[in-house]
């Protein structure tokens, strides 16, 4: 992880916090980016966002304290390789079940002949120096299967990964259980099992772990608990949240 805003937060000893973005907005992007969060996650597997847009809403955050990731919507080279060539500042690739399927994304990654990555970067600005392009760049896997839990370890050792970022509710789905429970107060045993045997397979890696948190309550569990990397709010439900709340409020002060 290179990106200046996630070591100051690690160094800080705290989580490094960050929404997802789910919008084609320059201004939500931007506003968010700027509002304290360490990292912005341009999400391209649950929205309705391609990499063409996530290279633009990238673009934006060209000054932007907060580092800019991007969750391609699969494990592809092509999709992997155009958004950083726009400058993302590193990927989240969904569903990854083992060990080869973390090789295939970090070599996603990489140039020629450690990796896969073709030679085109887009951004005016990133320069064209291999070594600084491929270093700027971090790759954080997914595990969100049964699969994946079994093989974490495995996951973790492949040079390269530099996080995992477990995905709850996929891996709640997987193991019979309802989506919503992965984010509920008191998620199923069966589930954080798992997200603990995720966690150690990271710690023993000494790569970072992250997740989606629930709410801010859920967010410094987390921390406590060792987590690296949260997402906290997206920008409609964090949109969705304050209107409801202003409405509320006006209400009730109207009596
Ligand atoms: C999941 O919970 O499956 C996710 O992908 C979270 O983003
Ligand atoms: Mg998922």
């Not at 490094?16 to 360490?38: K, N, R, V």
């Not at 991007?70 to 080279?77: D, I, Q």
């Not at 107060?185 to 966690?199: G, I, R």
């Amino acid at each position: 992880m290179s990106h200046s805003a996630l070591s100051k937060a690690w160094s800080a000893n705290r989580a490094a916090l960050g929404p997802w973005i789910t919008t084609d907005s320059e201004w939500s992007i931007e506003t968010l980016a700027f509002s304290g969060y360490d990292f912005v996650v341009i999400d391209c597997q649950h929205s309705l966002l391609d990499e063409v847009t996530a290279g633009r809403l990238l673009k934006g955050l060209a000054n932007a304290p907060a580092a800019g990731i991007v969750r391609v919507s699969r494990n592809e080279p092509a999709r992997i390789g155009r958004v950083l060539d726009a400058g993302a500042d590193g990927v989240i690739v969904p569903l990854v079940n083992n060990a080869d399927e973390a090789a295939e994304a970090v070599a996603a990654c990489h140039y020629s002949p450690k990796g896969v990555r073709s030679f085109g970067p887009f951004r005016a600005g990133l320069g064209f120096d291999v070594k600084a392009l491929t270093e700027r760049v971090s790759c954080l896997v997914m595990i969100e299967t049964s699969k994946g839990v079994e093989n974490a370890a495995k996951i973790c050792a492949v040079p390269g990964v530099a996080g995992v970022f477990i995905g709850p509710a996929d891996l709640a789905v997987d193991m019979g259980l309802a989506a919503g429970s992965a984010f509920s107060e008191n998620p199923p045993a069966q589930l954080t099992a798992a997200m603990d045997k995720v966690l150690k397979a990271t710690a023993a890696a000494g790569i970072v772990c992250g997740r989606p948190a629930a709410s801010v309550a859920d967010a410094s569990r987390a921390t406590a608990g060792g987590y690296r990397l949260l997402t906290v709010g997206a920008d409609r439900t964090l949109l969705r949240e304050r209107a409801v709340q202003i409405i509320k409020e006006m209400t009730k002060a109207a009596g």
